[in-house]
Nanobody
């Protein structure tokens, strides 16, 4: 069972920067599709950015405000935002998917609060 551990959350002022990290325990991390999701208060969890094994990122729900990247040597996926807004307050989750192994994993989530 692959485990994912997120870090980097906390309280940030509006306009501030954020870089979240998610470390995977997978032995073949480079074959896993990775993604970041968030769940804002009172809302459903939503996909905001994903980077497949091919390494080409996609941003279905981030409106161009987030950047996702991966470092296969460190088995880590990152999520960065350099201009946070109060509405970015949410619990951010990392997920991993391997269609060949038919496995999926979720991290425990990390809280990000954007407030002055």
């Amino acid at each position: 069972q692959v485990q994912l551990v997120e870090s980097g959350g906390g309280v940030v002022q509006p306009g501030g920067s954020l870089k979240l990290s998610c470390v995977s325990s997978a032995t073949n991390f480079e074959h896993w599709n990775m993604a970041w999701h968030r769940q804002q208060p009172g809302k459903q969890r939503e996909l905001i950015a994903q980077v497949p094994a091919s390494g080409i990122p996609d941003y279905p729900g981030s409106q161009g405000r987030f950047t996702i990247s991966r470092d296969n040597n460190k088995k880590t996926v990152y999520l960065q935002n350099n201009s946070l807004k109060p509405e970015d307050t949410a619990v951010y989750y990392c997920s991993a998917n391997n269609p060949f192994l038919r496995q999926q994993a979720w991290g425990q989530g990390t809280q990000v609060t954007v407030s002055s």
